[in-house]
């Protein structure tokens, strides 16, 4: 029940083209959902997150959309640009809990030219 | 610029050797993570740090152990390197507001490889 399952697990895309990543969890008690972005080398740094009140959250060209009856939520990156090649984590903050993430599996985007 | 430094980028450690990873955060962070992170399992919590001398369990913590005698300063701990804690780790921190944080704070990660 404290999962957030993540796809997919790799995903190629041409330049100008949309991305997107699904994720789908079942804790109702998840309060917080947030998408980090990795490069190679580097940590997860916070892309753009949403909270569970918000159907959807928009930031430049990357996009959340959240449903919340059917517990799932996706990033949509528009536009995709070979910038974006990274690996993508959604995750799910556990409330009352200090802070603690659930992180999902990690999708790995990679966008050709 | 919030910081979150960790002491190696990579470390090489023999089957059954103790093995210290530090992590210091510059921005007087109450709470600290430590996960590790491998191919299609994504990070997964070993132990996280709500105050100084105080640990909580993640998902997977046998094998580990921790230590946060600073604030600043969260010591994640293999007592007995195996080969299957060979992986990726990953430190966090993250400030806690109105009783609630935001965001987590990452460093560049330590591989770590046991032979």
């Known amino acids: 029940q404290q999962q957030v399952k993540q796809s997919p697990q790799s995903l190629i895309v041409q330049k100008g083209g949309i991305s997107i990543i699904n994720c789908a969890y079942e804790?109702?008690?998840?309060?917080?959902f947030p998408w980090y972005q990795q490069f190679p080398g580097k940590g997860p740094a916070l892309l753009i997150a949403?909270?569970?009140?918000?159907s959807e959250k928009k930031e430049g060209r990357f996009t959340i959309s959240f449903n919340k009856s059917a517990k799932q939520f996706s990033l949509h990156i528009m536009d995709s640009q070979p910038g974006d090649s990274a690996t993508y984590f959604c995750?799910?903050?556990?409330?009352?809990?200090?802070?603690?993430?659930?992180f999902g599996q990690g999708t790995e985007l990679s966008v050709k030219p | 610029d919030v910081k979150v430094t960790q002491s190696s980028r990579y470390l090489v450690k023999r089957t059954g050797e103790k093995v210290f990873l530090e992590c210091v955060q510059d921005?007087?962070?109450?709470?600290m993570f430590w996960y590790r992170q491998d191919p299609g399992l994504g990070l997964r919590l070993i132990y996280f740090?709500?105050?100084?001398?105080?640990?909580e369990k993640g998902d997977i913590p046998e094998g580990y152990s921790v230590s946060r005698e600073k604030k600043e300063r969260f010591s994640l701990i293999l007592e007995s390197a195996s080969t299957n804690q060979t992986s990726m780790y990953l430190c966090?921190?993250?400030?806690?507001?109105?009783?609630?944080?935001?965001?987590?704070?990452f460093g560049p990660g330590t591989r770590l490889t046991v032979t």
């Open positions: 921005m007087d962070h109450e709470n």
């Open positions: 804790n109702t008690a998840f309060d917080y």
């Open positions: 740090s709500y105050d100084v001398k105080m640990k």
């Open positions: 966090a921190s993250t400030e806690i507001t109105s009783g609630r944080s935001v965001e987590q704070y």
């Open positions: 949403i909270r569970p009140d918000v």
């Open positions: 995750a799910a903050r556990v409330g009352n809990q200090g802070g603690k993430l659930i």
